[in-house]
């Protein structure tokens, strides 16, 4: 045995081949199954298990409810407690957050009812025919534009992440759940018409290096986009995941700026203002600005950079000795994820996790690892690599350069602890 196998072996990084994975997967099912249906263990079994094989349930034996039962279609009741994340402790309602319960979602698609909220003033409701979009300053022809002719622009879709700036700030990562930690941010299908095409319909003129955008709230939310954003892939969007905007979200325009940190995509778009310089508003100087170790702050950071954390296992779950798959959600504000790194020895050794399709850029990614669990102590982590070439770093390495000073922009790899008895909690949270 080399000397790599024989530390992939201690590690618990066991390379095998799909068909090895499914034979194993099967072998195991088999032998679950096989103890569940012995005929006398059913004949057995008391009330609470009547529905159990080889008997008939009760929801086959009577017709289900009519399709028109609900207007508005509802998660099983069974699935109540996958439920937005409110913090117990906060006081300030209407300026405030809910986070994403990352870890009982698949895929990379967030639910609309249970995306990330973070609002500076309540959230508005808003009569879409009497909403209006402002554009001046710096243009040939001014606009107002009712939603209406929003609408009448040429429109496209697209899938990316809004992930704000403070997930999870630097003195916050002892949370017990991947919620807890990361979740402020998800990610959706968001459609709308590009912000250039409509700055292109205002003419924008040669001085325009900047554009305030300005929400219809009560903070009144104000928040300066370079122009080269704008004429990039900015978008003004007003439907997500098929549906028009919640009123959470936005509705009925949002700015998306993808990739950019969460608190620049303004929601309730009432007015965009070209000009020849930055606002300076409230939340691009005293607020949104990173502290740095000798006093300065790092102003205009916009990036949210390369990231992941791995949501199953994670904190409070429990797992079984054996076969179990590490799967988790990575992203980038820089554009694809091209790789993923999984360790099961606390950071000692690491090995590429499977990326799911699609791999889109600046949206969240899948990733799987498969993991053969031998029932001992173990810390497990990933770290993500962009297009970019950036390496998600540790905790210890990102506070070397930003100190701990700052708030925002914590990308630290984040790690799960295994105990004996299966249970997972927060490795940054001392045993």
Not at 87 to 94: A, F, G, I, R, S
Not at 219 to 245: F, W
Not at 307 to 317: A, D, E, F, L, Y
Not at 360 to 380: K, M, S
């Amino acid at each position: 045995m080399s000397v790599q196998e024989r530390s992939d072996r201690k590690s618990g990084i066991m390379k095998r081949s799909r068909r090895d994975v499914l034979r194993r997967g099967s072998v195991l099912a088999g032998s679950a199954l096989a103890g569940a249906v012995l005929p006398e263990s059913a004949h057995a079994a008391g009330e609470a298990d009547k529905n159990l094989p080889p008997n008939i349930p009760e929801w086959m034996k009577s017709p289900g409810a009519d399709v028109g039962s609900e207007l508005y279609g509802t998660p099983s009741l069974f699935e109540k407690k996958v439920v937005r994340n409110v913090p117990k402790d906060l006081k300030q309602y209407t300026s405030a957050s809910c986070r994403t319960p990352l870890q009982d979602l698949d895929g990379i698609i967030t639910p609309n009812g249970l995306f990330y909220e973070r609002h500076h003033g309540g959230i508005p409701t808003i009569d879409p025919a009497e909403h209006r979009l402002l554009i001046h300053g710096l243009v040939e022809r001014p606009l107002i534009l009712t939603m209406d002719d929003v609408r009448r622009f040429p429109s496209q879709s697209r899938i990316h992440f809004i992930e704000c700036s403070g997930n999870p700030a630097y003195d916050a990562i002892y949370g017990k759940t991947a919620s807890d930690l990361v979740g402020l941010v998800s990610c959706a299908e968001w459609t709308g018409v590009p912000l250039k095409t409509v700055l292109e319909e205002a003419g924008l003129k040669p001085q325009a290096k900047w554009v305030i955008a300005e929400g219809a709230d009560a903070a009144a939310l104000t928040r300066s986009i370079p122009i080269e954003k704008c004429l990039d892939d900015a978008m003004l969007v007003y439907s997500q995941n098929g549906e028009r905007l919640r009123p959470a979200q936005g509705y009925p325009l949002r700015v998306l700026l993808p990739g950019f940190e969460g608190n620049m995509n303004v929601k309730w778009l009432r007015r965009l203002h070209a000009t020849d310089e930055p606002a300076y508003s409230r939340e691009e100087t005293s607020k949104y600005t990173d502290s740095m170790p000798d006093g300065k702050a790092r102003q205009f950071t916009f990036y949210m950079e390369a990231k992941s954390i791995i949501t199953r296992p994670s904190g409070t779950h429990k797992i079984e000795k054996g076969f179990n798959e590490i799967t988790g959600i990575a992203w980038s504000g820089h554009g694809r994820i091209v790789g993923v790194e999984v360790s099961v020895d606390e950071g000692r050794s690491w090995a590429p996790a499977q990326l799911q399709a699609p791999v889109l850029t600046r949206a969240l990614t899948r990733f799987r690892f498969p993991w053969y669990w031998d029932g001992e102590p173990a810390v497990i982590m990933s770290r993500a690599t962009d297009e970019s070439g950036y390496v998600q770093p540790t905790f210890a390495e990102l506070t070397k350069v930003r100190g701990l000073n700052s708030f925002y922009h914590n990308n630290a790899i984040l790690p799960w602890r295994v105990a004996t008895s299966g249970e997972v909690s927060n490795a940054n949270v001392k045993a």
